[in-house]
């Protein structure tokens, strides 16, 4: 390990400049008009396999790009698959960039650019670890796979059909992600949890046009209206979720979760601080964290309809919408709470106005085995890394892949972040410190290491 990891110190810039090379591409997978920059990017994916020896193949998807690389060495008892995303998030609103987001830009030990922490700069720490090894001379002590794909962030995926028609050429032990986040600055994690999602769309529609306000308004629903009282039924006053049957399956905190929890170094004045919010609010007789890591969820993400131009217009509108996601914990499933959201919707709805709910994307919530090789080869390598041993935790995001892994290759996985809770992930200003990047690559090597 002191050649590769010599190799490492000595090559921190050089790092950092490959990681500004990635961060240029604008892979932005939602928007159409960004499919070459996703094409460009898989294809300097590949070539930088390939320049480090490795086998790389770029697969075509009626989507985007899947890059595949491969490391196999027969010696090798076991092999790792590694998985990651090069597509990003929209920029949106581009205003309140303090920097242009696909210009990267260095402020002390902080990189700030889209995608820097979600998820290339992490995905990056693993291939600048093979890089480690095979440019020193060293062989890799495990065999690896890499599939990451440029759909992540759009859905759905094409990556959910590829598994199950390359079973046998994504074979492997187990998986490893790098795209959760540690507890906090200096403290390392191993997430062994994630909730799941069900989104759907919500339409309500009354008059056939707008119509003028003095002369209809007062005789017939006004579909914005109606939104919101609908919207106000989905909780109630304890902010619990009102839809009929939706807690049936969720499965309880365990006393010894509740416990551990309890001792992480979490504050909310904390939470405050990063959120910008003035107060914590949510579920009754539950913690902050146990809120976020295990509880379901019911989300507004965006509401719209009727006039919102400069100035004013006396209409009543023909109709309004909103976007809905529910954060799923263990034991629920997203089609059975799609289809729980949608009678709810109808039943609750004022019979003055239309509706329609479209259900769109869904992923199950995952819990993945804390006692494997994986996780303990982990716990080793964190502890090299970064100097203290990790801590076990939930996050309340989704990684739908995590159970096609399962599912389809019978896979556990390695929820393995690096990141920072507050790197503005799907926000303005997303940024990674170059110091959890720098220890992160070495955390890899010595991951790689421990698995053998």
């Known amino acids: 390990m002191d050649k590769v990891l010599s190799y490492i110190q000595a090559n921190r810039s050089k790092f950092v400049n490959d990681l500004v090379e990635l961060l240029k591409f604008p892979s932005i997978s939602a928007d159409s008009k960004y499919k070459n920059d996703l094409l460009k990017c898989a294809d300097y994916l590949k070539a930088k396999f390939e320049a480090l020896g490795l086998k790389a193949k770029v697969y075509p998807t009626a989507g985007h790009p899947i890059v595949y690389a491969e490391y196999i060495n027969p010696a090798n008892k076991r092999t790792l698959l590694v998985y990651g995303h090069y597509d990003v998030q929209p920029v949106d609103p581009l205003n309140l960039w303090l920097h242009p987001p696909f210009e990267p830009f260095i ?9 820097a922490s979600d998820d290339k700069g992490q995905l990056l720490v693993h291939i600048l670890a093979v890089e480690a090894y095979l440019k020193s001379g060293i062989p890799l ?4 796979k890499f599939v990451l794909e440029g759909e992540e962030e759009s859905g759905p995926s094409h990556l959910f059909d590829f598994i199950p028609q390359n079973k046998e050429l994504l074979k492997a032990d187990g998986v490893v992600v790098s795209d959760t986040a540690m507890f906090a600055k200096g403290l390392p994690a191993i997430t062994y949890g994630l909730r799941g999602i069900a989104a759907s769309e919500i339409k309500v529609i009354g008059p056939n046009r707008d119509l003028h306000s003095g002369s209809f308004g007062g005789s017939i629903a006004n579909p914005i209206t109606e939104l919101a009282r609908l919207i106000a039924k989905f909780h109630d006053e304890n902010y619990r979720v009102k839809i009929d049957g939706f807690y049936d399956d969720v499965r309880e905190l365990e006393p010894w979760e509740r416990e551990m929890w309890a001792l992480l170094p979490h504050t909310d004045d904390g939470w405050l601080k990063t959120t910008g ?12 964290l146990e809120r976020v890591w295990a509880r379901p969820t019911c989300e507004i993400n965006g509401i719209y309809g009727g006039y919102s131009g ?3 217009k006396t209409i009543v509108p023909s109709w309004a919408g909103c976007k809905v996601t529910m954060r799923l914990v263990p034991g629920q499933r997203p089609d059975d709470i799609l289809e729980k959201f949608t009678k709810y919707v109808h039943k ?4 003055a106005v239309k509706v329609e709910v479209g259900n769109t994307v869904g992923a199950k919530p995952a819990l993945v085995e804390r006692d494997n090789f994986m996780v303990k080869a982990a716990v080793k390598a964190l502890e090299k890394g970064f100097g203290k041993k990790p801590v076990f935790m939930r996050e309340g995001g989704s990684i739908p892949i995590v159970n096609t892994f399962k ?11 690096f990141c920072q809770n507050d790197d503005n992930v799907h926000s303005p200003n ?3 410190s170059l110091t959890d990047f720098h220890q992160g690559i070495i955390t890899a090597a010595h991951l790689f290491a421990e698995m053998k």
Do not use: M, Q
């Not at 002390?108 to 995608?115: D, L, N, P, V």
């Not at 919010?277 to 902050?288: F, H, M, Q």
């Not at 599912?407 to 393995?416: K, N």
């Open 107 to 115: 402020e002390g030990e902080t990189i700030y650019a889209r995608g």
């Open 141 to 144: 002590p495990v065999n690896l």
């Open 277 to 288: 919010s003035p107060a914590v609010l949510g579920e009754k007789s539950y913690t902050t």
């Open 310 to 312: 400069e100035g004013g």
């Open 348 to 351: 609750v709805a004022s019979p």
């Open 407 to 417: 599912e389809e290759l019978g896979l556990e996985t390695l929820l393995l972040g």
């Open 430 to 432: 997303e940024k990674f």
